[in-house]
């Protein structure tokens, strides 16, 4: 059976780009291997050390093209106010004509793969198909690692009839001719320019994200920038956390966290380390299933130390892009080893030379598969998904936000979501410890005025009581010496005991302005030799600094004009009418 639409959609694409070759993808395995000969016959991969990292393979991708593009990437709505003041916006028409003079011929030569998807469990309700039309033969092997790809798919689109329609072209990969657009409307992506993961494997920021957030919008659901985890507990119970953070402070690594041997019997099992679908069930509670089939990390700063999950996942069945390599083939890159080892090859291939930079970019990645890490949740496929105690936030503050604090209800969640903030990184361009405003880290992926993202948050409120409690963290503060003052990493499963406490009606807390905070006390510290006051220096606020700090989320409130959430600049103005003491 096959898809009238489908066939129409990749009739046309095909007489605008005109490929030499269309190949229907079935996701079969004989149908990968033969991709990765294609690849490593033409140089585009090249197979690493097959007895440390069997059917392991490096990919270099165009040194302009390292990372997603911000400024190339719009929201093509036919009003502009509804693409909202935070994303770029460019009229649907215009938008067409701009982009398919592009991709007028630039498949010549090459084959047009279709990739059918699905976004979500095979079974799950909540699953969104797409298909990916692309002559990346890159992307489409990136797709059968990231989704589920292929024949199960085609299926759907045939029996359904919906499907996202992505059309992706690398082009010429100048960034002149680069853009990344989205037709919310019209559930249509169409990038050109760019092979890289966030603007070329559509199914990810471009569907599950951006066109995803506005069809939750609609249809009453949330779609997410989260990790999702399940947080075994000694009782053997499992409890799920979704958490939201900007990047640069550990999301993966929390997603995959190994509690040290002090906590006995606890365990953290992961659903998800990026995204989440939530929507809200009969029992009044938030269920969350992870879009995705696979993860495509960040490298630098992975290892044993950080991440031992994730390193055991990256031993097989991978695919590296812009690491460095050893001389006998073995991925690396900074902060896998103290020291990099001798005659190393940097990231675009040259020996290794540190006046260059870093041996692998910054943006180094990898790509495997869900199914390799030893942790993956056995909710994993579950269509249903799992049901979400708890929501975090968080952000990197070397001050001001203490370890942890819970709203005080789903409003003021959303407040304290809506005002992430954290501060930049050398890894980052621009200048190192500037705030940047981050609301619910999906800054660069709500597909629609984040005015509006807000309310659909705020909406939720009235709908249940059984909602997820809403908390902030803060892995980060540093004392006068700039130290760190929280060992972090697997010691933060005990901030996730208090907020599971929280969520049980235990767990000591003190009421503030903004929030609830653990007493010193609250939060086991036994073993960690933290100094005296150290406990009391993370639960305590600085009243004067707060109300600055609320002074600059309101500022950024301000652009979003009309559109702003009235119970949101309510929440700014309570939290400072109570640091006045008021
Ligand atoms: O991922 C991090 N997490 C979350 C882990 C579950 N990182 C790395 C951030 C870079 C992406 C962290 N870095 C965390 C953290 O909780 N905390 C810190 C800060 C820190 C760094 C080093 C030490 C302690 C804290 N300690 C020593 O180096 C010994
Ligand atoms: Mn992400």
């Known amino acids: ?32 291997e033969n991709l990765i000969n294609v690849m490593l016959k033409s140089g585009d991969l090249i197979a690493l050390n097959s007895e440390t990292h069997p059917n392991c393979h490096l990919h270099r991708s165009d040194s302009s093209d390292v990372a997603r593009t911000e400024h190339l990437t719009f929201i093509c709505t036919r009003s502009k106010v509804d693409a909202g003041p935070t994303n770029n916006w460019m009229d649907p028409e215009d938008a067409h004509r701009n982009v398919d003079a592009l991709f ?50 085609m299926e759907k689109i045939a029996q359904t009839g919906t499907f996202v329609k992505g059309l992706h072209s690398t082009g010429d990969l100048s960034p002149e001719r680069r853009f990344i657009m989205h037709f919310p409307e019209e559930r249509m992506i169409k990038s050109i320019g760019s092979g890289y993961g966030g603007n070329a494997l559509l199914g990810k920021k471009c569907h599950a994200l951006r066109l995803g957030s506005w069809d939750a919008r609609r249809e009453g659901w949330l779609a997410e920038h989260m990790l999702i985890v399940g947080v075994e507990v000694p009782t053997g119970e499992t409890h799920y956390i979704a958490a939201a953070f900007p990047s640069a402070c550990g999301k993966t690594n929390l997603a995959m966290l190994i509690p ?26 938030l269920w969350a299933v992870n879009p995705e ?31 460095a390599v050893t001389p006998d083939g073995q991925p690396w890159w900074e902060g896998l080893s103290k020291e990099p080892p001798p005659q190393l090859t940097d990231w675009q291939g040259r020996s290794y030379d540190p006046g260059n930079g870093t041996a692998a970019h910054p943006n180094s990645r990898f790509t495997v598969t869900n199914s390799r890490l030893p942790n993956i949740s056995p909710e994993f496929e579950a269509p249903n998904g799992v049901p979400i105690s708890a929501i975090l936030f968080g952000g990197r503050r070397a001050s001001l936000a203490p370890l942890v604090f819970q709203s005080l209800n789903w409003e003021h969640g959303v407040f304290v979501g809506a005002s992430v903030g954290s501060e930049t990184t050398a890894a980052a361009t621009g200048k190192v410890g500037v705030v940047r405003r981050d609301p619910m880290a999906m800054l660069p992926f709500c597909g629609y005025n984040m005015a509006d993202y807000w309310s659909h948050w ?45 969520c ?37 606020i600085d009243k004067e600094a707060w109300l600055e700090e609320i002074e600059d ?18 929440q700014a103005a309570r939290v400072k009418n109570e640091l006045r003491g008021g």
């Not at 409690?469 to 996730?496: C, S």
């Open 1 to 32: 059976m096959m898809n009238g639409e489908l066939q129409a959609w990749v009739d046309k694409a095909a007489k605008l780009t005109q490929p030499d070759r269309i190949h229907w993808c079935d996701g079969s395995q004989d149908e990968f």
């Open 104 to 153: 007028a011929g630039s498949m010549k030569g090459r084959t047009m793969y279709v990739v059918p998807y699905i976004m979500g469990p095979l079974q799950s309700p909540y699953a969104s198909l797409g298909v990916e039309l692309t002559d990346s033969p890159y992307v489409v092997a990136s797709m059968r690692i990231m989704t589920r790809m292929g024949q199960p798919a």
């Open 260 to 285: 040290p041997a002090s906590q006995k019997g606890y365990k953290i099992w992961t659903v998800g380390d990026d995204i989440a679908w939530m929507h809200l069930a009969e029992d009044g509670r």
């Open 293 to 323: 089939a696979g993860i495509f990390g960040v490298a630098p700063g992975t290892s044993e130390q950080t991440n031992a999950y994730m390193m055991s996942a990256v031993q097989r069945d991978t695919i590296f892009t812009n690491v």
């Open 458 to 502: 705020l909406s939720f409120g009235a709908k249940s009581d059984a909602l997820p409690k809403i908390f902030n963290v803060n892995w980060f503060r540093q004392d006068a010496d700039g130290n760190f003052m929280w060992p972090g990493f697997g010691e933060n499963l005990r901030v996730l005991r208090w907020i599971l406490d929280r």
């Open 504 to 540: 049980q009606g235990r767990g000591a807390a003190t009421r503030t302005p903004i929030g609830y905070l653990p007493t010193p006390e609250a939060i086991d510290t036994s073993g960690l030799g933290l100094g005296p006051d150290t406990m009391t220096e993370l639960t305590t």
């Open 553 to 570: 989320i309101e500022g950024f409130f301000t652009k979003f004009g009309e559109r702003m959430p009235k119970a949101l600049l309510n």
